[in-house]
Structures are given as structure tokens and as C-alpha cells.
């Protein structure tokens, strides 16, 4: 990967970096796996804002992914990897045996012409090879990860990301998860081998707020700037602190606070909580 740093033509451009997306080998996406994207706006069905900052951004295709892996023991070759604007990482084509086209993450070393396969059984632990966890060897970094056997990967899909395969013991295995998460899942739970690629995403600067306009974001407005019936912290007379910590206009903990429900029935799984530069190590109530 690489990141294109521009001359300063521009204010705008002072700052600003591309990707080069050195990986991407397939420019055109394949229509088959794609579907309409319709826009909300942030809004739910009554047209009240229910998530802030949502609205315009260029108009978009969904990549229909699979997430399960559930096309078992049949061998697919890579034919190219794929831009998706729907998500940071990048994603790849395989075209299967039997001639069925899926798009799945593309992981760090996939490239054009290599052969991947969802084994429901032990199968070589090679990049982008899928299978439960039962069967792959300790020590090792995957992605889509299952949290529920057969509901398709949901941890480990954002680019740069691994997931690390402590030990499994009994009907459990523990993962090491980017947030400095440690915690448990079924061995019958499906994951892929590699890290996910697209590592450079994480050094773009936008240098400008209409890239980020670009990509569907709206500005944001601090708590502390806004009147005290518009947010937990507005109000007060000149500048005033907020009095409390960081939060959203529905008082719900900002900035790394602890948001999770304190009686939810997967805590017990959760060995240790995420780190926060805040807070530190969540702690889960007993």
C-alpha cells in the first residue's frame, strides 16, 4: 500500500493525502452481487434524527458480501480485488468451481489467481481460507470472526485488523480482539485466516471538511457550544465547563465511556473489557 502526499496548491491540499490503493487490481464492480443503497439521512421511518451528522455524500452501490462462508469444500479463485465504498477495507472476487461469483474481505497477501477455500473440516490455515475454529491452530491472526455459530462473520472486518487465537479449551476459544478486548466464542464458530488488508487506511488525511461531506459526514457541534435544552452540556453563562463527563445529547457516556448493558447475557464470555485512552480498562459490573 501507499499514500500519495500532495504539494500545498491549495489549503485544502496542504494536509491532504490519498490512498494509492496499490492492491485494487479490478476497477469495475460485478453487477450481479450489487444492490440499490438508499440514503436516510440519519432519520428513522417518522423522519426524526435518530443518528446526527448523516446526510449527502456521493451516491453508492451495496457489494452484497459473504460474510458466512458457507460454500464448503468447494475451491474459488481469486479473479481480482475490489474499491467498496461501503466500508474501509478492501474486498476481493472469487469466482467458485461450480462458476458462482462471491465477494468476501480481501486480507493482507490475497491477490489475483491464488485458490481459496471454506472447509467444513480441518483445511490448510492459508490466507483467506475459511473454517470453525475448532480446526485452526493456535497463535494465529484471523478476521470475520463469528460472535454465533452460522450468523456470519461480525469482529475483525475493518481494514488493518486481526484478531489473535489464544487457546482453545473446551467448547470455547478465547480471542484477543484490536480494541484489547479479551473474550470468549464457540469453537463451531467460522473464521477466515489473515489479517485484513487496506493497512494504509488509517494514515489518510482528509485535509479538508468537504471530504468528509463527500463521504455522507455532516459537521459536528460541541455539547459545550449549544444551549442547556439542546445538550447535557450547553448552557451557562461565557464559556462554561459542562460540569459532567463527556456525552451525547442523550446523556449516553462519550469518548471511551461505558456504554454496554450491565446484565447482558454474553458479559460472561467477556474475559476482559476494551481499552479506552480515557478510561482505561472497562470493568464489567459482577
Known sequence: MAIRVYNPTSPGRRNASVNL????????????????????????????????HRGGGHKRRYRVIDFK??????????IGIEYDPNRTCNIALLEYADGERRYIIAPIGLTDGMEVISGAN????????????????PGLTLHNVELEPGKGGQMGRAAGVGVRLLNKEGKWATLILPSGEIRQVSLECRATIGQVGNTDHQNVKLGKAGRKRWMGIRPSVRGMAMSHHAHPLGGGEGRSKGGRSPCSPTGVPAKGGPTRDKVKASNKRIIRRRRSKRYGIQRLSK
Do not use: C, F, Q, W
Open 21 to 52: 490503493y496499490s492492491e485494487v487490481t479490478k476497477k469495475t464492480p460485478e453487477k450481479t452481487l450489487l444492490k440499490k443503497l438508499t440514503k436516510t439521512g440519519g432519520r428513522n421511518h417518522k423522519g426524526v434524527i435518530t443518528v446526527r
Open 69 to 78: 462462508r458457507n460454500k464448503l469444500d468447494v475451491p474459488a479463485k481469486v
Open 122 to 137: 480441518a483445511v490448510e490455515p492459508t490466507v483467506g481460507n475459511s473454517m470453525r475454529i475448532r480446526n485452526i491452530p
